[in-house]
């Protein structure tokens, strides 16, 4: 078996195993306090996992071993978790050696790690971190023959929880080979393994390999659970239902599943439902909403409380209505992280309807007990301080304060009185702020949809700011409405998910499609809050959806960029700015003096967390999304440097989503350069292109150029580096760049310019692009030039 870049790729994992974790210790700082509690998550000085390393056999962990699939390079067992708790796993591997022979490695890691060679520990991390990752060098003393590698990893997770490590060989690759400890039994799992890579998707056809390992089978939608799907084990070619988004390519080895996902991206199509008025689109919408839940059996959902809402305010009852406020209260209760969210929920539905009396005095408990904020008594493992979730407890505390004026919140020792003034303080900071920078998580997409519920409970329940708070939902959905193309948002974001490969899908289309029902068809649980609210949705702002304009602004600390015209869109944040008087607001956070209460702090401490809008190159990224060129609402292009290596792994920043490292960006209208520089600290040395050839009507790829064409729209992406074809979960939509070092070069135009592909692909060769790798200095023949200078702190304010 061969590495990929020297990384081992075989493991047998046991686990993870979590466990509650919460220590006596509370900090008025959460990240120092998550810091402490990541210092003393981890047991030192363990022996090396005890027992045989066999497939199906128990581990110490009480889990049996299992063999880990699919493995990019990493083990990554990566998940959410709502409350502070302690992650184990084990894992281990072998080398095959020619000869006795010295390796020099790197252990990357998020985790704490202990890494034993044949019973000799070799590597001890003895902290995990959140960001940036570990790096680790290690010796490999091998002997010939076969060298076994055991793994202990343990990690703190609380909220997105990076449980990842990965070992790279950085020499001598051509004299060794990867192997498991417990071959004989691993042969069939990596025969399995082997030809589900083998499976190609051409048009509406899966072309499989010879000779399935097993009985292999078909499911759609990810439905393997409810059923072993068509069997295909003799086919060689399968057709799709043309009617599915996803193919899930199943087989059984031991009693154990293995499957490979491919997601079908050309039947992703936008929907579209013009009903006779704006008012039916708004109560279609919500009576979609409102029938989520009503099931039998009680099925608990994230946002069960909210359903309950949309039914109750639409004068319905549900039998099972009682149990998904229970459930609320109890998430509430436990003080998960985004309980704010459902408190929220609640709060609203306590001042609209009158709740079951064992309900509501379990309620009431549950809101005087809660932490409002984190220098409040307490420890848990909420997220206080970015930009929806600041506004949304310090509403959440004014309601609550106003429900309950004379009584006591044991976390803050104030009255509901204090807590409400308290928080009006804070929110009247809040608006202030916005007012005068406008939104840190600007155009995003999925969080900005939360910042609407928690404003339209300051326009309906905070009578003095409520003016205010309309003013901003008027700008949000008016900066929506500038970015939206063909319909849906296309837009640089400060906060991302993987949604940016369809804009369509993105959560606030559910805005776009209240506004403008031409549009294509989306909802989000979020516009609940609408219902019964004194806000008046701006529907005037419907003729800037498909207006052709240029336009450039600032947005907190980011400077936005942004060209529409009808055939096509070019949109990015600059990094770093290249606007003539650039003025930034100043972090705060590490001032000894500051007001630890004050909004400005919290702004500063998000910043340092969360990376949100000062941009520059070199800086390690988190959710940012940098650019788009669009022809359609589900046809556009973009790079990422990913934050890790598969599509699977759900960390932030994910593979099509964020950065792991920052480029530089300049936009001149139609055009827009991009540099990367990867240093040596970070484990991926590749950055990539997101171009779904299936959505074109043509494309081309000619030497270091892509070209691509839909109805009148032209787009052409030129990389310094070869752009080569690489398929995981989508096939035939990502071009990666290998290397530390490269520039991209996009161009757009249409068939007003050019009148067919030919003449435009004819002018992009005559630009004659070219990049100085040493001066990170991409340029043109006619005169476009972008250096790029790599910022000193590139982890910014860690």
Request: hydrophobic fraction near 35%.
């Amino acid at each position: 078996m061969t590495f990929t870049n020297g990384f081992i790729h075989h493991y047998y994992i046991a686990g993870p195993v979590f466990t509650d974790f919460i220590a006596d210790k509370t900090d008025k700082n959460q990240i120092r306090y998550e810091q402490y509690l990541r210092s003393i998550v981890a047991d030192r000085d363990q022996p090396a996992p005890a027992g045989k390393i066999i497939i199906g056999e128990l581990s110490e962990l009480g889990l049996p071993w299992e063999y880990y699939y699919p493995s990019s390079g990493f083990v990554n067992v990566s998940q959410f978790s709502y409350t502070p708790q302690k992650v184990e796993l084990l894992a281990a591997t072998c080398l095959v050696a020619q000869e006795d022979i010295e390796v020099q490695a790197i252990v990357w890691t998020y985790t704490a790690l202990d890494v034993w060679l044949d019973g000799e520990k070799i590597c001890s991390v003895h902290e995990p971190v959140y960001k940036p990752i570990k790096k680790q060098p290690i010796t490999l003393n091998l002997t010939k023959g076969q060298n076994t590698l055991l793994i202990r990893m343990q990690n703190l997770a609380v909220r997105d929880t990076r449980n990842i490590f990965g070992i790279q060989l950085l020499e001598h690759l051509e004299k060794i080979e990867s192997a498991h400890p417990d071959a004989g039994n691993a042969q069939p799992f990596l025969d399995l393994e082997n030809w589900l890579a083998g499976i190609e998707l051409k048009g509406n056809k899966l072309y499989l390999p010879q000779h399935a390992p097993c009985r292999v089978y078909l499911s759609y939608d990810d439905d393997t659970a409810g059923s072993a799907g068509i069997e295909i084990s003799s086919e060689n070619i399968v057709d799709i239902n043309e009617r599915a988004t996803l193919a899930v390519i199943h087989g059984e080895i031991q009693h154990r599943t293995m499957s490979r996902k491919i997601e079908l991206l050309a039947h992703k199509k936008p929907t579209y439902r013009k009903l006779p008025s704006l008012e039916a689109t708004q109560r279609d919408m919500f009576d979609e909403l409102a029938e989520l839940g009503t099931d039998s059996p009680f099925r608990p959902l994230r946002f069960g409380l909210f359903y309950v809402l949309a039914r109750w305010n639409s004068g319905n009852r549900s039998e099972h209505d009682e149990a998904h406020i229970i459930r609320a209260i109890e998430q509430i209760e436990r003080r998960e992280d985004c309980s704010d969210f459902h408190l929220a929920g609640l709060l609203r539905l306590m001042r609209f309807h009158s709740l079951p009396e064992d309900i509501s005095a379990r309620a009431r408990q549950a809101i005087l007990n809660y932490r409002y904020w984190m220098t409040e008594k307490g420890s848990d493992g909420m997220c206080f301080w970015s930009e929806n979730h600041a506004l949304m407890f310090y509403i959440c505390a004014y309601m609550a304060g106003e429900m309950y004026p004379e009584k006591h919140f044991p976390r803050s020792d104030r009255t509901g009185l204090e807590v409400n003034r308290v928080a009006r303080h804070r929110i009247r900071q809040w608006l202030a702020d916005v007012e005068e920078y406008g939104f840190e998580e600007f155009l995003s997409a999925d969080y900005m949809c939360v910042t609407l519920g928690a404003l339209l409970n300051v326009v309906d329940f905070a009578e003095e700011e409520s003016s205010r708070a309309s003013g901003l939902i008027d700008l949000m959905l008016k900066s929506f409405a500038c970015h939206a193309f063909r319909g849906s948002i296309v837009a640089p974001q400060a906060r991302i998910y993987r949604s940016v490969i369809l804009p369509f899908t993105q959560s606030a289309q559910a805005l776009i499609h209240l506004l403008n029902n031409d549009t294509p068809v989306g909802n989000s649980e979020w516009i609940v809050f609408l219902m019964k609210s004194r806000y008046q949705l701006p529907y005037h702002y419907a003729s800037l959806m498909e207006e052709p304009m240029k336009m450039e602004y600032p947005t907190g600390n980011a400077y936005v960029k942004l060209t529409k015209h009808r055939h096509y869109m070019l949109t990015s944040v600059q990094s770093p700015r290249y606007d003539e008087r650039p003025s930034f607001w100043e972090n705060n956070s590490f001032v000894e003096s500051v007001d630890i209460e004050s909004n400005d702090y919290i702004k500063s401490f998000n910043e340092r967390f969360h990376g949100t809008s000062r941009f520059e190159p070199g800086v390690y990224g988190y959710q940012q999304h940098m650019w788009y060129a669009a022809l359609d609402n589900d046809t556009v292009v973009f790079t990422n440097h990913p934050g890790e290596m598969s599509d699977d792994g759900g960390m932030r920043p994910g593979y099509w989503y964020g950065n792991g490292v920052m480029p530089a960006i300049k936009q001149q209208d139609n055009r827009l350069g991009v540099i990367y520089e990867i240093g040596e600290e970070h484990p991926i040395a590749f950055t990539h292109l997101f171009f779904p050839s299936a959505k074109f009507h043509a494309v081309a790829h000619v030497g270091n150029w892509l070209f691509g064409q839909k109805d009148g729209g032209y787009v052409a992406i030129w990389c310094s580096d070869a752009l080569l074809p690489h398929h995981d979960r989508l096939i035939d939509c990502e071009y990666r760049a290998y290397g530390r070092r490269m520039a991209y070069l996009c161009e757009c135009a249409s068939r007003e310019e050019f009148a067919t592909l030919d003449p435009f692909i004819a002018y992009c060769q005559q630009l004659q692009p070219a990049f100085d790798s040493y001066q990170l200095r991409l340029y043109t023949a006619d005169g476009y030039s972008l250096t790029a200078k790599k910022c000193d702190n590139i982890t910014q304010y860690i």
